[in-house]
Each structure stands twice: as structure tokens, then as C-alpha cells.
């Protein structure tokens, strides 16, 4: 009755007749059936506020939300929840964009490929062989495999100490090493590792990446190396003497890598030399020069880079203490093996 009441004092007599039979009070038309159908295929993640919105721009009709419920169960168009991307901000995420052009170039490869193939050439070694009958030296001044004060103070050990790596090859048993039986997708990652060194210990202002900084690169690296790790991976290269081999293949890789964007041959052939003073924290003596970073004479090491003439470095050496670039120019471009390919 109160239906009855309410139509007949809004519409007058005409809201007491049923319409129904006109059709009128039929919201979704074939036209707006037809749309929604393709808008839901296409969108079934769309709210039911989206979609009446949307059906009201369309054909100016307010629809219910049991209406649009109804439709979709009819159709079988039922809404598909999406799981929601989690955005987690990271510090240093910029690396990757480094890390991806590594990967990208290839340099990653080359690195790879020649640790690897100076390891086959090492274990093929005569003196690789002979050594491998070389026990451990004074195993009762060791500590389950590790050092202890006791052997640290040894005479012997304290005058070899500080021997060049050259003469300790010689009475190393290189078998030992566990680079050797590295895969090739660890020494990748580590590689990547020895990348973010300059990031992560804020160009050498820390000597440990064991802090937080280190922690946040985790996602870089894949793994979250310690710095014990990375540490006993570089000195197995250094044992391994793989340097010379490892600055030529990197500067072989930048030749070819440049050599297509040269699209025009420069009528003079010239080369940029730049060097850079990085300071050396040791107790014993080293050659000294002015470290201009720091403001000071200390130790140092003298790092002295070549360049094509597009200022593209290309190779570089490392000089104890302060590099006389125009004694060692000549020596430096003498390497033929890097300089003579015509990358131009």
C-alpha cells in the first residue's frame, strides 16, 4: 500500500498501471549488453563502481550494483582479482642499470672466459703438477687449517711474507685453490661482486663491505657475499697471476666493442693517457706521492690509463707509487698484442 501511495502522489494515476509490460523499467539494453560484454572480456578486473561509471558515460544510465553482479554471473564474467604488485624500495638500486650493461656488452663473458681458460692453462702447468706433493707447512702451528699467532711469528713465514707473488708460486700447492673448482655462473657473480667493490665501500672509504651497505646490494649481487669471500677470491687471481692476461683481454673486448660505432676513420691516430693516484694502506715501505683525494703524501699506487681518440679507455697499468708516464709511454704502447688491431 505504501508503494501504491507513494507512485499514485509522485506520478499521479499513471503510477497506479503496471508498466511492466512496456519494458520500461529494463536498464541494460541490447546495445549496453553487447558493450559490457566486450568492455569485461577485455577489463574483468574492472570495480562495479568502474563499470557503472563507465556505462553512464556510455548511455547515460544508472545501473545497480546487483544488476552488474547479476550480468556477470550470467555471462560468466565474474571479476578476476589481480595480485597486487609490492614496490620495495632498495638502496643503490641504480647499480643494476650498471650490472645490465655489463651483462648487456658481453664484458661479463669475456672475464669469465679467460679466468677459465687461464685456470686449464695453469692446471696444465709443470709446476702446477709439482706442487701438488707440497704438504701443508708446519701443520702444528695451525689451527684447524687456520693460522695462528704462533705460525704468524714464525721466522721463515715473517721474511716470505711480503715476497712477491712470482717467487710464492714456486712453493704454492696451487691444487689447493678453490677457484679451480668454481662454476662458471659463481665466478660470473663474484665477478659482479668485484664490481660493486667501489659502491659498496664508497670508493674506498670503507675496507669492509661486512656493513650495512654491503646488506643492501644484496639483490646486485644475487648472493650476499662476506667480505672474507670476496677477499680470498681476489687473492686466488692473484696466485693465479691471471693480471696480465685479464687487462688484455678487457682491452681487447673494449677495441672490438668501439670499433662499431667508428663510422668514420679520424685522419690522425692519437691516443688520450690519464693517471690516477689511489692510496695504499700498508705498514711496510712503499713508494710515496701526493694523494690528491686525500690531500696528502702517503703510499700510493699510480694507475695510468690509455684512451682511443674518442676518450674511450681502452687499457690500463698499475705503477708503484708515482708513474713516470713519459719514461713508460713507449713501453706502455708497446704492448702489441692490444694496439696492434686496427680499431679504426
Known sequence: MFLISNNSNVKGIDGLYDHRKDGNTKKITPEIEHYLIGLLKNNQELLVRDIQLDVKKQGNIDIKRSTINDFR????????????????EVQFAG????????????IFDVWSRTIEKHIEN????????ENQKIGADHPYERNEGKFTVEYNRLEDVRKTKFDSISDKVYHKDMSRLQVLSTETKTISRKNLAVLSLPLVTLNGGMRDINKVIGNALKHVWGYNYKHATIDKYLRELKYLQ?????IKATAEFWINFWKGFNEESPTLVC????????????SKRCKKGKVTMLGKVMNCLEQVFIHDSFGRPIYFQTFSGNANVGNNVLSLMGHRRIFEINFF
Open 122 to 129: 695453469a692446471i696444465e702447468s709443470d709446476i702446477f703438477k
Open 242 to 246: 691471471i693480471s696480465s692476461n685479464f
Open 73 to 88: 554471473k550470467k555471462h560468466k564474467l565474474e571479476r578476476i582479482i589481480k595480485p597486487s604488485l609490492c614496490v620495495k
Open 95 to 106: 647499480f643494476e642499470i650498471l650490472s645490465a650493461l655489463a651483462y648487456h656488452t658481453g
Open 271 to 282: 691516443y688520450y693517457i690519464d693517471r690516477n693516484t689511489k692510496p695504499l694502506w700498508s
